[in-house]
């Protein structure tokens, strides 16, 4: 978990907040440009790419077995 302000010169002031998990991270940003606030939520779920990687995984050691069984 990350907390961080920035306050670049005059022009934007915003929170970031960053929470980072095994299969998941959250990243959030608070502020405003030019006294007009805005709020930006960015989430990414990186389960589905390790139970991708599992599948082929499994399926490429299945090919590779049958091969060696058939004559």
Known sequence: MQFSVRTPKGERIYQEIKIDGPMWCLNIYRGSTKDKPFTE???RFRGIEIVRKAIVAMATQYIES???TTP
């Open 66 to 68: 049958e091969g060696k």
């Open 41 to 43: 939520v960015e989430f």
